[in-house]
């Protein structure tokens, strides 16, 4: 069974940085793409960044020049920077993957921003 583990997160301070990092256990056989949702309190999820392989990265408007999305093949983990963070950045951040013909989510990681 294939599972996506999400970390980092939690309080932080607006104007800082956000690194969050997920990682995919299991019996792996080919992640192709992984994206982070994020949904704010009473609203939608909605999409943050995408990453395929081979690589094409592709950020949601609303965050382009704040976003980065990497990943790391090798450890199928894919990690999330987002600078400059905002009070409004508050969500919880989940990590989704394309294994196969499954879609797989983590179990999200909380983020607020103090202003």
């Known amino acids: 069974q294939v599972q996506l583990v999400e970390s980092g997160g939690g309080l932080l301070q607006a104007g800082g940085s956000l690194s969050l990092s997920c990682a995919a256990s299991?019996?792996?056989?080919?992640?192709?793409?992984m994206v982070w949702f994020r949904q704010a309190p009473g609203k939608q999820r909605e999409l943050v960044a995408t990453i395929t392989r081979p690589v094409t990265k592709i950020c949601a408007d609303s965050v382009k020049g704040r976003v980065t999305i990497t990943r790391d093949n090798a450890k199928n983990t894919v990690y999330l920077q987002k600078n400059s963070l905002k009070p409004e950045d508050k969500a919880v951040y989940y990590c989704?993957?394309?294994?196969?013909?499954?879609?797989?989510w983590g179990q999200g990681t909380q983020v607020t921003v103090s202003s």
């Open positions: 989704n993957a394309v294994h196969g013909t499954q879609l797989l």
């Open positions: 299991g019996t792996l056989f080919s992640i192709t793409t």
